[in-house]
Every structure is written in structure tokens, then in C-alpha cells.
């Protein structure tokens, strides 16, 4: 018995490292994803429209399961309206009217599904595509860095007036309403600009608005696009986006929790397509305020995967990209995460320098980067040097692999419940919630 304490000191060693390894990635005791997503929306009949859901709700009303829904052109949601919808309740999106759904600035959205009831906004075309419809957008009056605090979205909407389509103000805490077991399939419908709707679009939406157990699956556009705001995301799925699954700007202030991307090389788009990109500005730097806060993402337990037959026969046909891309005056803080199967996992503006000051705000620790053709690079550089050496430190505890996908993760082709979470020695990754 004399050696009981050296042998229970050992067990203990290993049990600590062992679990402190499968905290990254995607976490809990149970696979999150089972029973509310679906994988494979082509092959889901949802019938045809019951009822038609057009112009202007102004007043609170309450969408029943009972009935199926076709979103007919624009619908917005104004005059500080709620829109409450049951568990189970089916939205279309009409193709030809490029069918949309806006919570305008004051009006809130009650979307509270079940994992076991989930509510599911989807295309109403037999043979359904990524674009087929326009999206979801909610605007909040939460704030974003731009001159005047207040901005608008430009999707051509007929008939609206700009308090239709303005958001942004100065309640951090505003509250739009509730999405949580929410499905949005195959949005993401191409403007006349050439631009697309996005799947999701939280702009200025503030932190009283639940956001949790969201899934955007084959969006045209982006998936999730946050401008501005104090939000937090939770449970977040992004499939096979065409393109950026994450997009964070405006002086967004976000933190996003133990949520997943999953891409595809023969679905993106090959021009910007990402996981994560995180900015401050777009294409017009004056319209932003520098004395405001910039965008600030803290990214924690995510698992970012670029699912992959053959990755580097793609890689040299030029169809995998960065997994993140940051641009000048961003900020992340990213932690407990995995990053697999991209060219390469993260990159630079060319435009940060590679300081004290700008890797101050650009933090990786604790990761997980596997299977990727390098890590960390400033754009149009291809000495990474110095970003090995100073996230390569030891004291951020950042490991880095070449496993397959099979070795890396418990089961990715499962076709129904597919399961991203990290597989460790063949011990699932997992952590209670």
C-alpha cells in the first residue's frame, strides 16, 4: 500500500492532461447537434405554403406549427411588433419574390423552438438551392462605430422606408427577441448588385437578445453576418456556406461559444470565402469612427473543419482558403478551438505589423491546429517566422498536428447525426456545459 500515493498521483497526471486536451473544439457530454439539425435538407418534404406572410406586420402576431408559411417578397416586422413563433413551425422562403423576413429596429422576433421541435426557415422550391430565398435580418439599437451611430441595409427593398432598414443607437443592453432551435436552409438569394442576402443578419442587435442553437445550412451568402453590437452566440452551426460562415464587423462586440463550421472545397466560393473574418470597416474606411470601439470577437470551443477527401490535390487547385482572415484595427481572443484542413488556418491583414501592440490583440491559446498548410501568415508573405515563435510559445499552449479527419473527430460521415467533436486516444472530447 506503501506506493498507493505515487500510483494515485500518476493516474491523476494523466487524467488531468488527458482532460485538459479534450476541451477543445466543440464541447459537452452529448452530442449538441442530435435531434433539432438536419445535414440533409434536400431530402426533407415540408409541403406547400398554407398561409402568406407579405408587407408589413404591425402588430403582434403568433405563427402556429399547424400551418406552413411562404414568406411573399419583404416582410417586415415594425411599429415595435412581436412576432412569436411556435416550435415546429415551417417558413418558406418564395423563390421568384426572393421572399425575406426583417425585425426592424424596436420590433422583436420570438423564435423558441425545442431541440426535439426545432423551428425551420427553408426554401419552397422541389429541387432546393443554396440562394433560393432572401434571409432573416434583425436590427437592433445597439451600437456600432460608424459617424452618427446609425447606418441602414442597402438590399433594394421595395416600398420600405428607412426606419425599415436602419440600425444601430446607443442600448448596448436592447433586446430584438429570442432565436434558439432555429434552422435557416438554403437563403442567401443573389442581389442585383451582385451581392447576396446573408443567411442571418444581426445588426446592432444587443445583448438581452437570445442567440443559441442557430443552424444555417447551404447560404448562397454568409451565413451569420454581425454588424456592430453586443451579442452572444452559442451553439452556432454554419454548413457548407458558399461563403463566410462567421463575418464579424462594424465595432461588433461579440463573444460566440462552442459553435462549428463545417466547409466544403467544392461548395465555397473561391473568391473570400472563410470561416471567421473579422473588421472594423468595409470597402469605405471614412464612413467608420476610430475614436469608437473596433470589433472584438472572443471566440471560445470552436471547431472550424474544412472536410476533406484529398486536401492537398484541392489546396493546388486553388479551392481551399484561410480559415480566418483579420483585418487591421480588429481584435480576437480565441481559445480551446480547432482549426482543420485549411491554407493556412489563419491570416493577416498585410496591413497589422507585427508588433507587441498588434499581437496583443490578436490572440491564439490553447488551440488545436491540425492538417493545415501552415498556421499563421500576414497576407502576401509567405516568412511566417516570427508569428511561429511568438504563438509557437509554450506559455499559450497551442498544439499543432497532421491527423486525418477519421483520427482527428468522433464522426464526421455519419450521414444524420454526424458528430465534429474532437476525438483524443479514442476518448471523446467532452466537458460538462
Known amino acids: 500500500m506503501k506506493n498507493l500515493p505515487q500510483l494515485l498521483c500518476i493516474f491523476l497526471l494523466v487524467f488531468c492532461n488527458v482532460f485538459s486536451q479534450q476541451e477543445k473544439g466543440i464541447i459537452g457530454t452529448n452530442n ?143 433586446n430584438s427577441g429570442v432565436l434558439r432551435y432555429v434552422r435557416i436552409e438554403y437563403a442567401g438569394k443573389e442581389l442585383k448588385d451582385g451581392n447576396n442576402f446573408n443567411a442571418l443578419l444581426l445588426a446592432g442587435v444587443g445583448s438581452q437578445t437570445i442567440l443559441e442553437n442557430i443552424m444555417v445550412s447551404y447560404s448562397e451568402g454568409n451565413s451569420f453576418d454581425i454588424f456592430g453590437g453586443q451579442v452572444n452566440l452559442s451553439r452556432m452551426v454554419s454548413y457548407k456556406s458558399n461563403k463566410i460562415d462567421y463575418n464579424f464587423n462594424f465595432g461588433t462586440q461579440c463573444n460566440i461559444y462552442n459553435s462549428l463550421a463545417v466547409r466544403s472545397s467544392y461548395v465555397s466560393s473561391p473568391d473570400g470565402s472563410r470561416t471567421m473574418h473579422i473588421a472594423s470597416y468595409g470597402e469605405e474606411k471614412e464612413e467608420v469612427d476610430f475614436t469608437k470601439k473596433e470589433t472584438f470577437v472572443t471566440a471560445t470551443n470552436l471547431t472550424l473543419i474544412n472536410a476533406s477527401e484529398n486536401l492537398q490535390s484541392e489546396i493546388k487547385l486553388g479551392l481551399v482558403r484561410e480559415a480566418i482572415y483579420i483585418s487591421e484595427y480588429a481584435s480576437l481572443d480565441m481559445s480551446k478551438s480547432v482549426i482543420s484542413g485549411f491554407n493556412p488556418a489563419v491570416l493577416f491583414e498585410n496591413k497589422i505589423k507585427i508588433n507587441n501592440e498588434s499581437l496583443s490583440k490578436i490572440k491564439f491559446s490553447e488551440m488545436y491546429f491540425n492538417n493545415c498548410n501552415g498556421n499563421i501568415f500576414t497576407e502576401y508573405n509567405n516568412n511566417n517566422e516570427d508569428l511561429e515563435n511568438w504563438y509557437g510559445n509554450s506559455s499559450f499552449f497551442n498544439v499543432y498536428s497532421k491527423g486525418l479527419d477519421s483520427e482527428t473527430f468522433i464522426d464526421l460521415k455519419d450521414p444524420k447525426r454526424p458528430d465534429f467533436r474532437l476525438r483524443i486516444n479514442k476518448i471523446i472530447a467532452s466537458n460538462l456545459d
Open 32 to 174: 449538441w447537434l442530435n435531434s433539432w439539425t438536419e445535414f440533409n435538407p434536400s431530402q426533407i418534404e415540408y409541403g406547400d405554403a398554407t398561409e402568406i406572410l407579405t408587407g408589413n406586420i404591425t402588430s403582434d402576431t403568433k405563427l402556429f406549427k399547424k400551418n406552413i408559411y411562404m414568406l411573399l417578397g419583404d416582410v417586415f416586422v415594425t411599429n415595435n411588433a412581436t412576432l412569436t413563433i411556435e416550435p415546429g413551425t415551417v417558413i418558406i422562403g418564395d423563390f421568384k419574390t426572393k421572399g425575406s423576413l426583417i425585425i426592424t429596429k424596436g420590433a422583436t422576433i420570438n423564435a423558441d423552438g425545442l431541440v426535439t421541435d426545432p423551428i425551420v426557415f427553408t426554401s419552397n422550391r422541389s429541387v432546393k438551392k443554396a440562394g433560393d430565398w432572401g434571409g432573416l435580418i434583425i436590427l437592433g439599437d445597439a451600437p456600432i462605430n460608424k459617424f452618427g451611430n446609425g447606418s441602414s441595409v442597402n438590399h433594394n427593398f421595395k416600398a420600405a422606408t428607412y426606419d425599415d432598414i436602419s440600425y444601430g443607437g446607443d442600448n448596448i443592453e436592447s
